[in-house]
Every structure is written in structure tokens, then in C-alpha cells.
């Protein structure tokens, strides 16, 4: 499985658990019909969706459990049909979604629309905030920012995300790696958003080398994209990669 089909899959679980969170409390078989439409209600205004789409979660939970509120796969197809400057009109996006972290999705499209920066309809709701949301943009990250700045115990951390990566090695358990089926020691490579604390990148390897260091920035700057600098506690800074040194 590539870069590409683990992002994907990913995003859907991630999806999938957002949906799920959302009509968590629509479950409850004690609520009368009154109270759960009042729910639906306010579900969706406060998740800035439609009603519609509560009750396409709730439906689809209710006959296929979790299995049912994964998304449909994204079709190359798609990707052909957004607007040739789609990436300009993120990047747009996003300033106005850091200006004003409240801004709903719908209220970003009718602003850039009123600029003129895109004609009217050209922009789908539900494309912009998938792409706000994997660029670290969505209304969940916006909220956790938001309580990091506010938590007293964040008081030291970066005024903005992407400002400093944080990043170590721990020790991880022997696992049978190979054919012989020996017991190797793994180590847990991992990166953190200084700001928001939130894990950019995290994963085992099966030893302690400079590529494991190399593979932690790569895959989370493909993901999240540059950082201003990096903070990694690294225990042989003779080994480790001269680009990362100075940072």
C-alpha cells in the first residue's frame, strides 16, 4: 500500500470516527422522537452541517454499524474537476480560516466568491473541508488550537502551529522481526506540532539510525507541509543528518 492509499485510509477511519462521535448521542434509546429531532438539531448546527446529513450518519450507523459511516473512496475523477488554481484557493482558504477560526466552510466559499477569486458554485463544501481538514485546517483542529493556546499548562508553546516540530526516539518492544523469527528491539519515532501538541507523525522501526530520523520529517512535511524549525532530541548528533543539525 503507497503514500497515497495509507493517507486515504486513514482519512476515512478519521472520518468515520468524527461521524461516529457526532451522532453518539442520538443513540440513546430513551430519547422520544421530540428530543432526538431537538438533538439532530443542534448536532448540526454546532458541527456546521446539514440536518440531512445527520440523519444519513444515524441511518447509516444503525444498519451497518461503524462499517456504514466510512466515506466512499475519492475517484481519481474528482481530483480532474477541481479548478485549475484549487491549490491558490486553499492556500486563500486557510489564511481565512486562521483569521477567523469560527469561519464556517460555507462562509470561506461565499467570501472567496464575493472577491471574485472564484465564480459561484464552482467550490464544494464538502471538497473544501476535506482538504482544510488534511491540511490541518478543519474545524476539529481549529478547536484544539484554540484550547492550547487558552490551557495555562501551554503557556511556553509557540504563538502558531508549524512553528517548531518537536521530535524523539523511545524504546519500543522486541518483537519476531524476520526469518528466523528473533526478537528485535523496536524504537518509536515521533514528531509533535509545538503549538497545538499534536502528533504529526509517529511510527516503529526496527533500529535507531539517521533514516528513521529522515523518515519521520519526510513523511510528516509530505503531509503537513515545511516547518520554521526543528527540535529533535537526537542521542548521536555525529550521525544525524547535516540539513537537520542547524535547525
Known amino acids: 500500500m503507497n503514500t497515497n492509499e495509507n493517507t486515504a485510509k486513514k482519512w476515512q477511519e478519521e472520518e468515520a470516527l468524527r461521524r461516529f462521535q457526532l451522532i453518539a448521542p442520538l443513540l440513546d434509546e430513551g430519547l422520544d422522537d421530540a428530543k432526538r429531532l431537538q438533538l439532530r438539531k443542534k448536532i448540526a448546527s454546532a458541527n456546521d452541517i446539514s440536518l440531512r446529513s445527520v440523519y444519513r450518519y444515524e441511518k447509516a450507523y444503525r444498519e451497518s454499524q461503524f462499517a456504514g459511516l466510512h466515506p466512499a473512496p475519492r475517484k ?65 483542529h481549529m478547536r484544539m488550537y484554540q484550547d492550547a493556546c487558552e490551557s495555562s499548562s501551554k503557556r511556553f508553546c509557540k504563538p502558531h502551529r508549524m512553528m517548531l516540530v518537536q521530535g524523539d526516539i523511545k524504546y519500543g518492544p522486541k518483537l519476531p522481526i ?42 510528516l512535511i509530505v503531509r503537513y507541509g515545511k516547518f520554521d524549525a526543528c527540535y529533535f532530541d537526537y542521542s548521536d548528533i555525529s550521525t544525524m543528518p547535516k540539513y537537520l543539525r542547524c535547525s
Open 76 to 140: 481519481k475523477q474528482r481530483i480532474q474537476n477541481l479548478p485549475i488554481n484549487y491549490d491558490s484557493l486553499l492556500e486563500e482558504a486557510i489564511h481565512l480560516r486562521k483569521e477567523v477560526p469560527e469561519r464556517s466552510v460555507n462562509q470561506i466559499i461565499t467570501i472567496l466568491e464575493l472577491e471574485g477569486r472564484v465564480a459561484p458554485g464552482v467550490l464544494k463544501r464538502s471538497t473544501l473541508k476535506r482538504y482544510l481538514y488534511k491540511a490541518g485546517f478543519g474545524s476539529e
Open 178 to 219: 524476520g526469518k528466523n523469527g528473533a526478537k528485535v528491539q523496536t524504537y518509536l519515532s515521533s514528531a509533535i506540532d509545538d503549538h497545538s501538541r499534536y502528533l504529526l507523525h509517529s511510527r516503529f522501526y526496527d533500529n535507531q539510525e539517521e533514516t528513521i530520523v529522515e523518515d519521520t520529517f519526510y513523511l
